[in-house]
């Protein structure tokens, strides 16, 4: 017969391995490619203004404020840079960010 001490451990452990299999499963993200010129920087916020071409799938071209996530990427940005980069939006539309910016040359 299993002691108390093990059969309360067992039982600990099948209700944290309940509690993992609920988690939520990170958001997937739907992404596009990005090709535009940097019009203007937000420091302060990490948003970058760009004058973007047509986004396949998801808008027409137009200037519009896109925030950057990682400081390193946003630090390499000035205004005129032509870039390209991933646009990545949560599934439920309501974050988006640029991502993996390349300063084209």
């Known amino acids: 017969m299993p002691s108390r001490c093990m059969s309360g451990r067992r039982g600990w452990l099948l209700g944290l391995a309940g509690l993992v299999g609920c988690a939520k499963p990170a958001e ?3 992404r596009y490619p ?3 010129v940097v019009k ?3 420091p302060a916020d990490r ?3 760009v004058r973007h071409e047509t986004i396949p799938g998801f808008m027409e071209s137009m200037t519009m404020e896109f925030p950057v996530k990682n400081p390193d990427e946003f630090a390499r940005l000035q205004v005129g ?3 390209h980069a991933t646009l990545c939006q949560t599934r439920n539309g309501l974050e988006f960010w640029l991502e993996g910016i390349v300063v084209e040359k």
Do not use: K, T, W
């Open 81 to 83: 840079q032509q870039i």
């Open 34 to 36: 990005v090709r535009g």
């Open 40 to 42: 203007a920087l937000q």
């Open 47 to 49: 948003i970058a203004v």
């Open 28 to 30: 997937e993200l739907r």
